[in-house]
């Protein structure tokens, strides 16, 4: 069966500090990922998307970027945090075949104090 | 315009209440409609999906499609505490599409 792991699971950072984020997904190949954000009481925010290796599709101009160095790993960077940066990080992946399938990782809960 | 507009609520019901969650959609290509549920500080799960028009049921849960006037709906029956969540309906065409999420309290 397929698994996405996320870490850290909660995570406070300094205005101006760097970010990393991590995702990895277990037991599929060639998956689509995503990544999304979710601010308290408000929807999913899609922010990065891939569909294969190096291949990083941006949906929202932030001072976040993605990368995938791997098939099955997704990583969330930032040089300098933000206050607004704060906010719930989703992971998810969906197989290439399926136009409804996708799954969610537990998230990161970012604090930027 | 959203491609996806969902009631925030919150909704109160006591156990056993028949619930009805719902969502609009504006883009009449839209093929495939999911029901996600959400716990308090976790991430979404799916919880059905529906292709095209139709109903269709999974135990207490039935989610509902009309395209005619581009409605999405999810019923859940006998609700129980259990089910205090936030459900998220959504979409796809080429990538994914949220609602923001109705939150739903089902007191005992």
């Known amino acids: 069966s397929q698994t996405i792991h996320q870490w850290p699971a909660t995570l406070v950072q300094p205005v101006g500090s760097p970010l990393s984020l991590e995702c990895t997904v277990e037991?599929?190949?060639?998956?689509?990922l995503y990544w999304y954000r979710q601010a308290a009481g408000r929807g999913l925010q899609l922010l990065f998307y891939s569909v294969g290796i190096g291949q990083i599709s941006s949906e929202v101009p932030q001072n976040l970027s993605a990368s995938r160095p791997q098939d099955r790993q997704f990583i969330l960077s930032s040089k300098k945090l933000l206050l607004s940066d704060s906010g719930f990080y989703l992971c998810a992946w969906n197989p290439r075949s399926s136009s409804y399938e996708q799954y969610f990782g537990p998230g990161t809960r970012l604090t930027v104090t | 315009q959203k491609e996806v507009e969902q009631d925030p609520g919150p909704l109160s019901v006591p156990e056993g209440a028949i619930v009805s969650l719902n969502c609009t959609y504006s883009n009449s290509a839209f093929q495939y409609f999911m029901w996600y549920r959400q716990y308090s500080r976790k991430g979404p799960e799916l919880l059905m999906y529906t292709y095209s028009s139709g109903n269709k049921e999974d135990g207490r849960f039935t989610a509902q499609v009309d395209k005619s006037s581009k409605y999405i709906s999810l019923f859940i029956r006998d609700s129980q505490p259990s089910d205090s969540a936030t459900y998220l309906c959504?979409?796809?065409?080429?990538?994914?599409?949220f609602g923001s999420g109705t939150k739903l309290n089902v007191k005992p």
């Open positions: 959504a979409t796809s065409f080429n990538k994914f599409y």
């Open positions: 037991g599929t190949s060639n998956p689509n």
